[in-house]
């Protein structure tokens, strides 16, 4: 009788149980990732990949933030565009009315002017106080109050327009090193950021016998409409910021006509910034699909093919329990 077939018997048993636990294990594994549908249970399965990983998420997070301001910007210089486009309106029959004006008309016709005019002024008021999310769009970043208030008198008509707002415009962030301003304010500061309705009229502001003395003179859009207004009822008018010793209805319909350029010219400017936010929204958009792709590699599990490898492993383990079965029934009885 001899014993020596059963030590190989034993180590081929042991080895085999390895092998299940092994497998086991993997397979216990491999249903995990499936189930989670990354390439990684934990960080010490793959620690630089893992470290990228985070890294990659706490970039989209910023990303995020990011589109998130752009977005909320677009919407504000959209909304602002749908208000200056009502200003515009409003400045070119401005302009139209002042062309009448100018010509030989009678009281009837000069006071039925001067009402539209007063009309004009307070549906200029209103749009001033045009809002995005209830914040006053021409305020800057002055929050909390309208960005115009008007004074009215017992027959009336509007005196005075204050501007409440602020002479800074908005500003967000757009990458980590990058931001941008956006929006309009309402009347900023004379020779700087003027503002929507507040701007410089190139003037001569000497007075008779004196050599010509051409200044930039600050300009009030509201101020000269109620000039405008006054003048037609017969009032005597002067120059509202007393920049001009000359100042008469010329003057007055010369800096109307100035504030329907700056009108103009700001309508573009908010075209500009909308052109320009929707490009800084398609570059960080880009960012984001290339992180997120990138962070796809790094992470995500291919399916098919762990499924695939699942199934194989399943096969394995099967075959090594039936394995393990038949080793099971050997008994002494086989090396008799």
Known sequence: MSYGTRIPNLTLRGELDSAIDFNRTGYSELQIQIAKGTKYIQRSDNPVATDEAGVIKTENVQSEQWRTNIQRAEGWEKTTDASMQQVLSVMQRVNELTVQANNDINATDRSTIAKEVNQIIDSLVSVGNSQYLGVGIFSGMVTGTDAFTKTVDADGNITAV????????????????????????????????????????FENIATAGNPDDYQNVDTRLFAEL????????????????????????????????????????KVVENSTSQQKLKRLETSVDSGITAATNRLSDVEDLDMARAATRLNEMQVTLEASLQIAAQIGKISILNYI
């Open 162 to 201: 204050t501007y409440n707002g602020g002479t800074t415009q908005r500003n967000i962030q757009t990458s980590e090193s990058s931001s941008t301003v956006y929006g309009l304010i309402g009347e900023g500061i004379a020779g700087s950021n003027t503002g929507v309705f507040r701007n410089t009229s």
């Open 226 to 265: 109620i000039n405008f207004r006054d003048w037609l009822n017969g009032g005597t008018i002067t120059d509202p910021t007393g920049g001009n010793p000359n100042y008469d209805k010329t003057t007055n319909m010369n800096r109307l006509q100035n504030c329907l350029e700056q009108v103009i010219s």
